[in-house]
């Protein structure tokens, strides 16, 4: 038995206290921002065991739909620091070493029998599993495919065991599956898929390849989108400039591995150093010196400060709208369908990037989101009222927290309501008109054409 905590309810309806929830982090937080304890939430490495808020409604409500939106596990860099030795990963999967998965073994044995797959186009080309024993550029890891072995098997004790979401003779029509182009999403989507589906069978497995990281589809022609993204990158660059620590540490680092320090500060050495960070492998020497702990500390505090002044100057908050209005859209219009009953699609996965993940948090207003760590998810729930079976419900949860109440649309509603999530015609509202209200327009076609106020 699941029992929610609820605050007693006053006469008039209204709740004395709010009942956000939040979600005890299992490490210590500190109380100031502290780059090294954020880097260590970012690796998310596979230790501890994760409680999660998924799957929690009143006895009388029915899970009805979910949606899951993720980010791909941890991967090899993507830039490398010039003149310093690659980081030495081993990118081939070895159940026997850590971190590992009680699944791992049978996964790979299963992911070289997967000829049966429906695959779109490019994805059919691309490998089911990392197989390196130096990891290629941008490659799945083995942390990374363990996290989500890890988040497949703990949606399916909540979904599958709990609420019987999917049957065991499930069939295709009841998925929805997408992937970028990339093998380290499409690698991430069957490593969760592997755990959670009752039966793991490749002929009913379908992957849809998305060609655009923020899955705008059709809809992708947008100038006002690509302002404000060059506005945000303005305001990027500006504060990088203002940093004088950021500023030596980047130069004394150029001098370290004997380059110039524009020629440093391209090659994105944060991505570089996160990798030996999260791999606990020593950062690179020369012959002239080592990067040490205090050149990371530096570039990662500034990142934390560029997110946190994100929030404030609102123009990625303008970028993020337009760039998700596509995804949001599609994901309400099938929540819309299914609530009717014309649609069987009871399971959606997207497989995607960080810079998928981070406007629609930013987009739907959730703002004390953290950015996107390896294998992030998010999920929209959408439950059906057993008392009154036309009314319909989303929760919103991001890691297992739930943030229904967070998101823009919603943050009134809880005051007035005793039930713990958020009527759908609200979020319905929301991608449909109100999105547009800030840009003095009422489509998308207009506000990609019109300056915000």
């Known amino acids: 038995v699941h029992l929610i905590p609820v605050n007693p309810v006053r006469e008039d309806g209204l709740n004395p206290k709010s009942r956000k929830r939040i979600m005890p982090d299992l490490l210590t937080e500190p109380p100031a921002i502290d780059p090294v304890y954020e880097a260590h939430v970012y690796c998310n490495i596979p230790t501890i065991a994760e409680r999660s808020m998924e799957g929690h409604a009143p006895h009388y409500f029915k899970l009805v739909s979910v949606q899951v939106l993720i980010r791909h596990g941890d991967r090899y860099p993507l830039y490398a620091i010039p003149k310093t030795k690659r980081p030495d990963i081993d990118c081939m999967l070895v159940p026997s070493r850590k971190p590992s998965h009680p699944q791992l073994e049978a996964f790979i044995k299963h992911m070289s029998k997967g000829s049966a797959a429906q695959m779109d186009g490019s994805l059919s080309s691309l490998p089911r599993y990392p197989s390196h024993s130096l990891c290629e550029m941008g490659e799945l890891t083995q942390t990374g495919v363990v996290q989500h072995l890890r988040n497949g098997q703990l949606l399916r004790e909540i ?49 849809r390849h998305q060609w655009s990281t923020i899955f705008c589809s059709g809809s992708c022609d947008c100038p006002m989108r690509n302002h404000y993204l060059e506005e945000e990158q303005r305001r990027q660059y500006s504060l990088r400039v203002k940093n004088n620590d950021l500023e030596k540490i980047y130069v004394d680092m150029a001098k370290i591995v004997g380059i110039p320090t524009r020629q440093l500060r391209a090659s994105n050495p944060i991505d570089s150093l996160l990798c030996y960070f999260c791999h606990n492998v020593t950062f690179p020497c020369t012959k002239t010196g080592c990067i040490g702990m205090e050149h990371f500390k530096v570039i990662k505090r500034h990142q934390l400060e560029d997110e946190r002044e994100r929030q404030e100057k609102k123009l990625y908050f303008l970028y993020a709208l337009l760039a998700t209005h596509p995804f949001l859209n599609q994901t309400v219009n099938r929540l819309q369908r299914i609530a009717e009953g014309k649609e069987e699609e009871v399971f959606v996965l997207y497989s995607a990037h960080d810079v998928t993940l981070s406007p629609v948090l930013s987009a739907l207003g959730i703002t004390e989101a953290r950015f996107p760590r390896f294998a992030a998810r998010l999920v929209f729930e959408l439950w059906q009222d057993g008392k009154r079976p036309k009314e319909h419900f989303i929760r919103i949860l991001y890691n297992g927290a739930d943030v229904t109440f967070q998101t823009s649309f919603c943050k009134d509603h809880y005051k007035r309501s005793n039930k713990p999530m958020c009527p759908l015609e609200k979020f319905v509202n929301f991608v449909k008109r109100d999105m547009f209200l800030i840009f003095n327009s009422t489509s998308y076609y207009d506000a990609c054409r019109r300056r915000a106020l």
């Open 159 to 207: 979904y599958i065991n709990k609420h019987k979401l999917l049957p065991s003779d499930w069939t295709a029509k009841q998925l929805y599956l997408e992937t970028t182009g990339k093998s380290r999403t499409l690698q991430s989507a069957l490593a969760l898929l592997y755990t959670f589906l009752p039966d793991f069978d490749w002929k009913k497995i379908n992957m």
